[in-house]
């Protein structure tokens, strides 16, 4: 099972670009001087002309025009001369596919514009002439994929405009095309190394352009699961293209593969269509081990939505490096925005089985990082309570938080699932946990999700070590000494009366009795909890219980991307 959540787009999503002008992918040669504003008028005149040479000079000059500069104050300039209707007759009637070409490549910038200009180019009814110009072979690659590419950056402004897209088969045909290309740039390329590059320049601009088209309509905002046969299309070939170690294009197609397998969540067909390779997964994991943050972002957010997915997805992940992997991202400050998308991945990992359990506990640094962040943000410990730290003023604040949050999920998920020789593991490689996990207890503005998290946590650790016969000192469950001594009871009333939250309240009360119940006659309390029905009839949890609820996966959903229904779901499971 996996759980919805709601969160804002961090920061370096919302900058990610919807629309794309066409400035560098492919440039043309341009002679003469930069285009100025004063020469559009003359431009005009020519483009009117009934001689090929004076309309294919005066076409390049427009396109030159907006390529110049991206502001839009250029497509303004270009659409107050009104040639709108005269370039879709060019592109549509005339037979120089370069003058073709120029025309889509106009297009393609114009709708990289504001909603406003977006929305000119599709009144003029440009966008079935740009599905005929994206289906017909026979105009070129090069008019193929400039006018795949206009027609995503129409889908980029809104959800509806995808929706339109995809269901007039735009997703199939920019499939189609790379499909098509896949074995003649399977032989365009030569190999490093073991590593594939492409050394034909038309090819990359076509990949580049064709590529990102299909990531960006893959985006999602509206009810995709019914089009699930098209993101399976779309998957499918990107998956492939995945072998390309070419660092733009690894940014498409990881951006590409996480926005469909997002909005495939919970889509049982789709999952019975796809596969999640080893190569996949391998690859990703070279990605994240030496990538910048333009490619890592995508690549840790591929692998978030695999740990997302069905548990057999889990293993594709655990079979490749991706743990070795991550650890950079866990190192070096630099990362410190996408941790929290680490810890999520490990903790989803942590929840399926006792092996996939261990398959964390077995690496060190990640089970490191994780302890270390049982903590309050910018925060030290001392005489029982929570001081700010020098350090608190540079931090930052909510995505620590995010971190700890995620922090607290790996650990309860790692001591309600894992084996009892696991817990034992855990607990003498990290003898301090337990601390850790009572400090949390003592600070008063605690979250409620992660209070709920850190008192199942110590619920179970202490039904797990209770019965751990060969654990005891002077028949003592040491675990529960400790608590004891560092005021955990005095901690629960005070976290009682402060929050309102019904099943907080129970916990404490439940972990409460538990710690005295097994202070006074640890045999006692340990055969009530193996008993579930026992440990009802005292008001305690069974280990059943409490493991229930931990074998769940989560994802985590923003405004913008995804199918709606699953946003809306989100959204409506939060707590206001």
């Known amino acids: 099972m996996t759980l919805d959540e709601f969160q804002p787009e961090d920061d370096f999503l919302s900058e990610i670009s919807h629309k794309l002008s066409n400035v560098s992918i492919h440039v043309l040669p341009a002679t003469g001087e930069l285009i100025e504003q004063s020469d559009l008028s003359t431009i005009k005149y020519l483009l009117y002309s009934s001689e090929h040479y004076k309309i294919k000079q005066s076409i390049e000059?427009?396109?030159?025009?907006?390529?110049?500069?991206?502001?839009?104050?250029?497509?303004?300039?270009?659409?107050?001369?009104?040639?709108?209707?005269?370039?879709?007759?060019?592109?549509?009637?005339?037979?120089?596919?370069?003058?073709?070409?120029?025309?889509?490549?106009?297009?393609?910038?114009?709708?990289?514009?504001?909603?406003?200009?977006?929305?000119?180019?599709?009144?003029?009814?440009?966008?079935?002439?740009?599905?005929?110009?994206?289906?017909?072979?026979?105009?070129?690659?090069?008019?193929?994929?400039?006018?795949?590419?206009?027609?995503?950056?129409?889908?980029?402004?809104?959800?509806?405009?995808?929706?339109?897209?995809?269901?007039?088969g735009l997703s199939d045909a920019i499939a189609l095309i790379l499909d098509e290309i896949f074995d003649e740039i399977n032989d365009a390329t030569y190999f490093v190394s073991g590593k594939m590059y492409i050394s034909d320049k038309v090819y990359y601009a076509a990949l580049d352009a064709l590529l990102w088209s299909l990531a960006n309509i893959a985006r999602g905002g509206f009810r995709t699961a019914e089009h699930w046969e098209k993101y399976v299309y779309m998957f499918n070939i990107l998956s492939k293209y995945i072998k390309l170690e070419i660092k733009k294009l690894e940014i498409e197609i990881c951006w590409g593969i996480s926005r469909i397998l997002h909005n495939m969540y919970g889509v049982d067909v789709f999952y019975e269509k796809i596969r999640?390779?080893?190569?996949?997964?391998?690859?990703?994991?070279?990605?994240?081990?030496?990538?910048?943050?333009?490619?890592?972002?995508?690549?840790?957010?591929?692998?978030?939505?695999?740990?997302?997915?069905?548990?057999?997805?889990?293993?594709?992940?655990?079979?490749?490096?991706?743990?070795?992997?991550?650890?950079?991202?866990?190192?070096?400050?630099?990362?410190?925005?996408?941790?929290?998308?680490?810890?999520?991945?490990?903790?989803?990992?942590?929840?399926?089985?006792?092996?996939?359990?261990?398959?964390?506990?077995?690496?060190?640094?990640?089970?490191?990082?994780?302890?270390?962040?049982i903590r309050i943000p910018g925060h030290i410990y001392e005489d029982f309570r929570w001081v700010p730290s020098k350090s608190h003023a540079c931090l930052k604040i909510d995505e620590e938080w995010r971190i700890t949050k995620e922090a607290t999920w790996i650990l309860f998920n790692i001591i309600t699932i894992g084996r009892d020789s696991s817990i034992k593991q855990l607990l003498r490689l990290h003898p301090t946990l337990p601390n850790e996990l009572g400090y949390l207890l003592n600070y008063a503005n605690l979250s409620?999700?992660?209070?709920?998290?850190?008192?199942?946590?110590?619920?179970?650790?202490?039904?797990?070590?209770?019965?751990?016969?060969?654990?005891?000192?002077?028949?003592?469950?040491?675990?529960?000494?400790?608590?004891?001594?560092?005021?955990?009871?005095?901690?629960?009333?005070?976290?009682?009366?402060?929050?309102?939250?019904?099943?907080?309240?129970?916990?404490?009360?439940?972990?409460?009795?538990?710690?005295?119940?097994?202070?006074?006659?640890?045999?006692?309390?340990?055969?009530?909890?193996?008993?579930?029905?026992?440990?009802?009839?005292?008001?305690?949890?069974?280990?059943?219980?409490?493991?229930s609820k931990s074998q769940k996966r989560r994802i985590i959903r923003g405004m913008e991307d995804g199918d709606v229904r699953w946003i809306e779901n989100a959204v409506g499971g939060l707590n206001i």
């Open 276 to 373: 999640i390779t080893t190569h996949l997964c391998n690859r990703l994991a070279a990605i994240l081990g030496r990538g910048s943050t333009s490619r890592l972002v995508p690549a840790i957010r591929t692998v978030v939505n695999i740990s997302s997915g069905p548990n057999y997805w889990i293993h594709g992940l655990i079979d490749a490096p991706i743990l070795y992997s991550l650890t950079r991202l866990l190192e070096e400050q630099s990362y410190v925005d996408l941790k929290k998308d680490v810890f999520l991945v490990v903790s989803n990992m942590a929840s399926i089985n006792e092996d996939t359990v261990d398959h964390v506990l077995n690496h060190t640094i990640v089970m490191q990082h994780i302890i270390a962040h």
């Open 448 to 547: 409620t999700e992660i209070c709920e998290r850190v008192l199942e946590s110590i619920i179970s650790i202490v039904q797990r070590t209770n019965k751990y016969v060969d654990y005891r000192q002077y028949n003592k469950n040491p675990i529960v000494s400790l608590f004891l001594q560092e005021r955990v009871p005095e901690m629960l009333n005070t976290v009682h009366d402060n929050y309102r939250s019904h099943k907080i309240k129970t916990l404490c009360a439940k972990l409460s009795k538990l710690l005295m119940a097994s202070e006074e006659d640890i045999n006692q309390t340990a055969a009530i909890v193996e008993a579930g029905n026992m440990a009802d009839e005292f008001g305690l949890p069974s280990l059943e219980e409490i493991k």
């Open 61 to 168: 000059a427009l396109r030159r025009y907006l390529s110049q500069d991206t502001r839009s104050n250029r497509v303004n300039d270009i659409l107050s001369l009104d040639i709108l209707p005269r370039i879709k007759e060019l592109l549509a009637l005339n037979p120089d596919h370069s003058i073709k070409f120029e025309c889509a490549w106009i297009i393609t910038n114009i709708a990289a514009g504001t909603k406003e200009q977006t929305d000119v180019i599709v009144q003029h009814e440009f966008v079935d002439v740009l599905f005929e110009m994206v289906n017909d072979r026979q105009y070129g690659l090069e008019v193929n994929y400039q006018s795949a590419w206009a027609l995503a950056n129409v889908a980029g402004e809104s959800p509806s405009y995808r929706e339109e897209m995809i269901s007039r």
